[in-house]
């Protein structure tokens, strides 16, 4: 006997589409970072004076201070006490530290100290000023201290490895000192990760593990390009005979 009633597939047909858009969105949502690609940036002329090595520890520089602004605006959201010692608002606070650090401005809570002294008054238990516009302004003029002073480099500049390696270490070691260290009080100098049985907010440490790697990457590519370009120079003196031309073609002779 004929069913004329619709089957299970039949009835299924239509809520595909909608199942599979709900599937697609519940996987987006357990996605742990955005999908993108790389991107490069824009040609400048100013590319023209630049190097591979140049060019690779300027694009570092770069993000490493977007990296530090992150941190502070991280540290303001978690910390509000501190931005109303500078301004009215989270976001004016966040710009004069900003235009600060990008104009070599000294901070005046820091009483004249710059790198890695002004770091350490800024992390002092006692320090009454916005401990997060410090913090962030003296990690800035450490990383572009050991950086000779500059945030863009050329075919004229240099970079001394160890001096930025030894900036690596004293990131490792402020971050070591913020987690750690406490006020007269108890209390932690500025909150930074959260950690409890509901919830792991673990963002302050990843941004700043990769300026420590961005740190660590550009010290050891410039010592072994500066290893490279010597041991190039030994191999042409040694090498360069056995790279000669030879004639493919008799010499007219001699009347």
Same mark, same amino acid.
């Given at each position: 006997?004929f069913?004329?009633?619709?089957?299970? *597939? =039949?009835?299924?047909?239509p809520?595909?589409?909608?199942?599979?858009s709900?599937?697609l969105? $519940?996987?987006?949502a357990?996605?742990? %970072?955005?999908?993108?690609? =790389?991107?490069?940036?824009d /040609? &400048?002329?100013g590319?023209?004076?630049?190097?591979?090595?140049?060019?690779?520890a300027?694009?570092? $520089?770069?993000?490493?201070?977007q990296?530090?602004?992150?941190?502070?605006d991280?540290?303001?959201q978690?910390?509000?006490?501190?931005?109303?010692?500078?301004?009215?608002?989270?976001e004016?606070?966040?710009?004069?530290?900003r235009?600060a650090? $990008?104009e070599r401005?000294?901070?005046?809570?820091?009483q004249?100290r710059?790198? +890695?002294? %002004?770091l350490?008054?800024?992390?002092?238990?006692? /320090?009454?000023?916005?401990? +997060?516009?410090?913090?962030? !302004? *003296?990690?800035?003029? #450490?990383?572009i #201290?050991? !950086?000779g &002073?500059?945030?863009?480099?050329?075919?004229?500049?240099?970079?001394?490895?160890?001096?930025?390696?030894?900036?690596?270490?004293? =990131?490792?070691?402020?971050?070591?000192?913020?987690?750690?260290?406490?006020?007269?009080?108890? *209390?932690?100098?500025?909150?930074?990760?959260?950690?409890?049985? &509901?919830e792991?907010?673990?963002? /302050?440490?990843?941004?700043?593990g $990769?300026?420590i790697?961005?740190?660590?990457?550009i %010290?050891?590519? #410039?010592?072994e390009?500066?290893?490279?370009?010597v041991?190039?120079?030994?191999?042409g003196?040694?090498a360069?005979?056995f790279?000669?031309?030879?004639? +493919?073609?008799?010499?007219? %002779? +001699?009347?």
């Amino acid at each position: 006997m004929f069913d004329s009633r619709p089957s299970f *597939a =039949v009835i299924l047909r239509p809520l595909l589409p909608l199942g599979l858009s709900m599937l697609l969105l $519940m996987g987006c949502a357990q996605t742990p %970072a955005p999908r993108g690609e =790389v991107k490069g940036e824009d /040609f &400048g002329s100013g590319e023209l004076l630049q190097s591979d090595s140049n060019r690779m520890a300027t694009l570092a $520089m770069k993000a490493n201070l977007q990296s530090l602004m992150r941190l502070m605006d991280k540290l303001y959201q978690r910390n509000p006490a501190e931005w109303k010692k500078t301004a009215d608002s989270r976001e004016a606070a966040a710009a004069y530290v900003r235009i600060a650090i $990008m104009e070599r401005q000294p901070w005046a809570e820091l009483q004249g100290r710059r790198d +890695v002294a %002004a770091l350490s008054l800024a992390l002092e238990p006692g /320090f009454a000023g916005d401990r +997060v516009a410090a913090f962030i !302004h *003296a990690l800035a003029d #450490t990383l572009i #201290t050991a !950086h000779g &002073g500059r945030t863009s480099f050329t075919l004229i500049n240099g970079l001394d490895p160890q001096l930025i390696y030894n900036a690596a270490r004293n =990131v490792e070691i402020a971050n070591w000192i913020l987690n750690t260290r406490r006020t007269a009080t108890g *209390a932690p100098l500025l909150l930074s990760n959260h950690l409890n049985e &509901g919830e792991r907010n673990l963002s /302050f440490e990843r941004e700043m593990g $990769m300026v420590i790697g961005r740190l660590d990457l550009i %010290a050891s590519y #410039t010592t072994e390009r500066y290893r490279r370009s010597v041991i190039g120079y030994a191999q042409g003196l040694v090498a360069g005979p056995f790279f000669q031309f030879l004639p +493919v073609q008799s010499l007219p %002779a +001699v009347q």
